[in-house]
RNA sequence: GCGAAUGUAGCUCAGUUGGUUAGAGCGCCGGUUUGUGGUACCGGAGGUCGCGGGUUCGGAUCCCGUCAUUCGCCCCA
C-alpha cells in the first residue's frame, strides 16, 4: 500500500486561525458598524468577472492586468477572470444591474481578491480587502465623506497612531496630461541617471517614478515638476475644497506631491493611510476618485470616488497593538464522574439558551479534568460529582457556591450583574 | 520576474570538525500524588531530519537541483 501524501496549500493562500482569525474578524466587524454610519450599503459581489471587465477599466499594459490576473477559460469557452480588485466589478454592475438609479450610490464590501504575485509580509495571492465606492458624486464633500469614514474606521480599530493620511490631486484629465508630458521630458534629460526600472517605468507609467525607492531617482524626483503647476482653476478649486473639508471634518492629512496611483483610471484626488510598522508593505488603506472608469466600460461618464484597504494589513497592525481581544469564557463545566455527564449536558443546554459562553470538559483522565478547565480561564467553574443530591458547586466567581441544577441559570444572571 | 535567509516531533527549538538506536521544553494520551484544587512525579504515542540526486566506508550535517516559508526588489491594499 502506497503511502497517501497531503495535498500542500497553495502558494500564497492563507489558513487563517487564532489570535490572527479574530483579529480578522474584528477588522470586519468594526468595517460593518462604520460603514452603517456612513450609510453605505452594502453589497455582495462575484468572485470572477469576464476579464475584460478588469482589462478594459485597469488598462491593459497595467502589471496588473499583463502578468498579475489568474485568467482562465470556462467550459464554454469563455475568457474568466479571478477579481483582482473591487472597483471593476462595482462599475459593471452599476451599469448592468440599474444601479444609476440610487445615484449617488453609497457601497461598501468585502471578501477575498486574487493577485498571482510573489508573496511576502502583508501581500498574498488571495488576500482580502474591505471596499467603499460613491459612484455619481461629484462634488468634493463625497471625497470628503469618504475618507472621513476611512479615518474614523482606523480610529475605531485602535490603530489610527503611527497611521498617516497622505494625500495629492492627480488634477482633471487635461492638467494630469500635462504633468505627465512634463514629467517625461523632465526625466528624458536624465534618463541614464535613472535606475533600470525607471527607464521602463519612463515609457510606461511615468508617474510612477515619482515614488520609486531606489536613491538613484531620488534627486530627479526631487526637481520634477509638480502637478501644483499643471493644475487647471478647476481642478485646483477642487482640491482646496477637499483640503477644507477634511480639515472641518477633523481628519488629518499631509500633503503628497509625489503620491501617485498605480491605476489608469484615477482622477483628482488620490490618497493613502500609511504606517511604517508594516515593512515594505506600508499601506494600509488606498484610492482616489476615477471619474473615467465608467466610461471604459460603455457607460456614460460617470463620476466616482472609492477606496480599498488590506485586511490581513490592517489585522496585522490590530493584533500588534493588542485590540483583538478574544470574548471571554463566562462558565467552563468540568464533569469529574461519567455518571454525570448527563446532568451536565442539561445544564450545558441550559446556560447556552441562556446566553452564556459555555465549554464542557468531559474527556481524558477524571482527575485532570477539573486543572483542564482551571487552564480555559472561565469566569466561572461549575465541577459536576456523582452524588444523588444533583447539586453543582462554583468555583472562581465572585464567590463560591452550590445550586441544585435547575437553579444554575439565576446566581450566575446575579453574578453577572454585580 | 530578480535577490537573500531559513526548512529536524503537533508547536518552539538543540543536534560539536560528517561517526552507535536523532534529543529537549511545551502540547497530547495514560497512571500516581494532591483533594476546593492551575502542584509534582512516572510512563506512552508521535520523526521518510522538506523532497530528489551526488560525494563518502558512513550524511540531519558537505555539494547540486527542486519545492515551500520568510524578508527585500518589483507591484499594490
Redesign the pocket.
Same mark, same amino acid.
Given at each position: 500500500m502506497s503511502?497517501i501524501?497531503t495535498p500542500?496549500?497553495i502558494? #500564497?493562500?492563507q489558513d487563517i486561525f487564532g489570535a490572527e482569525a479574530e483579529a480578522f474578524a474584528h477588522v470586519v466587524e468594526t468595517f460593518e458598524r462604520v460603514r452603517k454610519l456612513y450609510r453605505f450599503r452594502r453589497v455582495e459581489m462575484p468572485v470572477f468577472e469576464k476579464t475584460e471587465v478588469f482589462s478594459r477599466s485597469l488598462g491593459e499594459t497595467? @502589471?496588473?492586468v499583463s502578468k498579475?490576473m489568474y485568467t482562465f477559460e470556462d467550459r464554454g469557452g469563455e475568457s474568466l477572470t479571478l477579481r483582482p480588485?473591487f472597483t471593476a466589478g462595482i462599475a459593471r454592475a452599476y451599469l448592468t444591474d440599474g444601479w444609476q438609479q440610487y445615484a449617488p450610490l453609497k457601497v461598501a464590501t468585502h471578501g477575498p481578491l486574487f $493577485?498571482y504575485?510573489?508573496?511576502?509580509? #502583508?501581500?498574498?495571492r488571495q488576500?482580502h480587502?474591505l471596499d467603499a465606492e460613491i459612484i455619481g458624486a461629484a462634488e468634493p464633500q463625497a471625497d470628503v465623506e469618504l475618507l472621513a469614514m476611512a479615518d474614523q474606521l482606523l480610529k475605531e480599530l485602535g490603530i489610527a497612531d503611527g497611521v498617516t493620511l497622505q494625500l495629492n490631486t492627480l488634477g482633471d484629465a487635461p492638467s494630469r496630461e500635462a504633468w505627465r508630458m512634463a514629467l517625461v521630458e523632465h526625466f528624458r534629460e536624465a534618463e541614464d541617471a535613472l535606475s533600470e526600472?525607471s527607464r521602463e517605468?519612463l515609457h510606461k507609467?511615468p508617474l510612477?517614478i515619482l515614488d520609486?525607492? @531606489?536613491p538613484r531617482d531620488q534627486a530627479l524626483v526631487h526637481d520634477a515638476p509638480r502637478i501644483d503647476d499643471f493644475l487647471s482653476g478647476e481642478a485646483e478649486r477642487y482640491f482646496l475644497a477637499i483640503c477644507d473639508g477634511l480639515d472641518a471634518t477633523g481628519v488629518k492629512w499631509h500633503r503628497a506631491p509625489t503620491l501617485v496611483? #498605480?491605476?489608469d483610471y484615477y482622477r483628482h484626488t488620490a490618497f493613502?493611510f500609511v504606517t511604517d510598522r508594516?515593512?515594505?508593505?506600508?499601506?494600509?488603506? %488606498?484610492?482616489g476618485r476615477y471619474d473615467g472608469l465608467i466610461e471604459t466600460l460603455g457607460g456614460h461618464h460617470t463620476p466616482a470616488v472609492g477606496w480599498?484597504? %488590506?485586511i490581513? $494589513?490592517l489585522a496585522m497592525l490590530v493584533r500588534d497593538a493588542g485590540k483583538a481581544a478574544v470574548d471571554a469564557l463566562d462558565v467552563v463545566l468540568a464533569v469529574?464522574d461519567d455518571r454525570a455527564l448527563t446532568v451536565a449536558q442539561q445544564v450545558l443546554a441550559q446556560l447556552r439558551r441562556a446566553g452564556f459562553s459555555t465549554e464542557i470538559v468531559a474527556?481524558?483522565?477524571?482527575? *485532570?479534568r477539573? @486543572?483542564?478547565a482551571? *487552564?480555559m @480561564?472561565a469566569r466561572v467553574?461549575l465541577?459536576f460529582d456523582h452524588d444523588d443530591s444533583q447539586v453543582v458547586?462554583a468555583?472562581r466567581g465572585p464567590e463560591?457556591w452550590t445550586a441544585k441544577i435547575d437553579e444554575i441559570v439565576t446566581p450566575l444572571v446575579l453574578a453577572q450583574a454585580s
Open positions: 503511502k501524501e500542500r496549500p502558494r #500564497g493562500t497595467t @502589471d496588473v498579475e480588485e $493577485r504575485e510573489r508573496p511576502q509580509k #502583508g501581500r498574498y488576500f480587502q526600472d517605468r507609467n510612477r520609486s525607492k @531606489d496611483r #498605480g491605476l493613502e508594516l515593512g515594505a508593505q506600508g499601506t494600509v488603506l %488606498g484610492g480599498a484597504a %488590506g490581513e $494589513r469529574e474527556s481524558g483522565s477524571p482527575r *485532570k477539573f @486543572d483542564k482551571v *487552564k @480561564d467553574i465541577g458547586r468555583l463560591e
